[in-house]
């Protein structure tokens, strides 16, 4: 996430030279991310909804943001 972002809640996914925006609510992929990144990027974002959606609305008040555990 970017603290001087607009529109929808979203993230940034980079994987080599892939790069995509992923909104967080519907999920869906503005960007292109090899098929195994990608279902593993849509994994790990449905189990950290909420704290995606926190961490939104922290950037948008120029907040630092939390961290938030990676898929094991």
């Known amino acids: 996430m ?3 972002e607009h529109g929808l809640p979203h993230f940034h ?3 080599g030279e892939f790069k ?6 519907s999920q869906l ?8 990144a990608q279902r593993l990027v849509l994994e790990w ?13 922290l950037a948008r008040q ?3 943001l ?5 898929l094991e």
Request: aromatic share 8%; hydrophobic share 45%.
């Open 2 to 4: 970017f603290y001087r």
């Open 13 to 15: 996914a980079i994987h």
């Open 20 to 25: 995509a925006s992923i909104e967080i609510e």
């Open 29 to 36: 992929m503005h960007g292109d991310l090899p098929p195994a």
């Open 45 to 57: 974002a449905a189990l950290h909804k909420a704290e995606l959606l926190e961490n939104w609305d």
């Open 62 to 64: 120029g907040l630092p």
């Open 66 to 70: 939390r961290k938030i555990a990676p």
